[in-house]
Nanobody
C-alpha cells in the first residue's frame, strides 16, 4: 500500500533552519505532485508548499515565500521541505501528501491529495 513517511521535525529557536523529508513508497512517485501542509493546535490544516511531479514547478503559501524551499528526488522517491528563518508561528505538525499531477491540479487544495503521511512536529521557540 501507499506510505508517506515524514521525518526531520524537531524543536528549534527562532531563526533556525530545518529540512523535512517525506519518503514515499507504494506509488509511481514520478506521476504525483507532492504537497506539504501544516496544522497548528486548534487550527485547520493549511497549505504550505507543493511541487509538480517533475519538480519543474513549485508553489508556496505567502507567509513562507523566500524562507521555505521545496525539492524532490524522483530516483529516491523523496521530497524535501527546506525551512529557513523559522518563526514561532511556523510551529505545527507538518504533513506531506501526494496528488496525481493532472492539468487541473490545484496545489493548495487538500482535497486534491490522495495520500497523506502521519506528520512530523516542528516547534519553534522565540
Amino acid at each position: 500500500q501507499v506510505q508517506l513517511a515524514e521525518s526531520g521535525g524537531g524543536s528549534v529557536r527562532a531563526g533556525a533552519s530545518l529540512v523535512l523529508s517525506c519518503a514515499a513508497s507504494g506509488l509511481t512517485f514520478s506521476q504525483y505532485a507532492m504537497g506539504w501542509f501544516r496544522q497548528a493546535p486548534g487550527k485547520e490544516r493549511d497549505f504550505v508548499a507543493a511541487i509538480s511531479s517533475s519538480g519543474s514547478n513549485a508553489y508556496f503559501e505567502d507567509s513562507v515565500k523566500g524562507r521555505f524551499f521545496m525539492s524532490r528526488d524522483n530516483a529516491k522517491n523523496v521530497v524535501y521541505l527546506e525551512m529557513n528563518s523559522l518563526k514561532p508561528e511556523d510551529t505545527a505538525v507538518y504533513f506531506c501528501a501526494a496528488a496525481v499531477d493532472l492539468l487541473d491540479y490545484r496545489p493548495s487544495d487538500p482535497y486534491e491529495y490522495d495520500y497523506w503521511g502521519q506528520g512530523t512536529q516542528v516547534t519553534v521557540s522565540s
